[in-house]
């Protein structure tokens, strides 16, 4: 692989907004319930990120090309990570639900109608 074949590869998955690919990592699939599984960890991310940052550094290649490519790879890493924790966010908010009794349930649910209606409020009102 050299830089002048990961170049056109990382700018041509950053305008697709493919990041799994542009960072050459598997995408990740749905469950049977719907929800997102991915193999990779934020240090597969981060593992990714750095091999081909190295390449693609402005540093190491002037030009306009290599500047985008490497900010290309800064906003896949950085939008990458964001997704992996926001996943893990939202499964240790299922797990939480799945233990509640449907008491609690149905105070979570009012809890949570009550939040996204007080968010929306907020979004209108920005």
């Known amino acids: 692989m050299t830089v002048h074949d990961v170049i056109p590869r990382i700018l041509l998955h950053h305008k697709e907004r493919n990041y799994f690919r ?7 699939e749905a469950d049977a319930l719907g929800r997102m599984r991915w193999e990779g960890t934020p240090a597969t ?3 990714a990120y750095r091999r081909l940052s190295i390449l693609v550094h402005p540093d ?5 090309d290599a500047r985008k490519a490497f900010e290309a790879l800064n906003e896949a890493h950085r939008d990458t990570l964001l997704k992996e924790h926001q ?6 908010r299922e797990q939480k639900d799945a233990g509640a009794t449907l008491e609690e349930r149905v105070a979570l649910n009012a809890a949570q109608k009550a939040e996204v209606a007080e968010l929306r409020k907020q979004e209108v009102g920005a």
């Open 87 to 92: 996943e893990a966010a939202l499964a240790r």
């Open 60 to 64: 190491k290649n002037p030009g306009e």
């Open 45 to 47: 991310v981060s593992r």
């Open 22 to 28: 542009l960072l050459e990592l598997p995408a990740p």
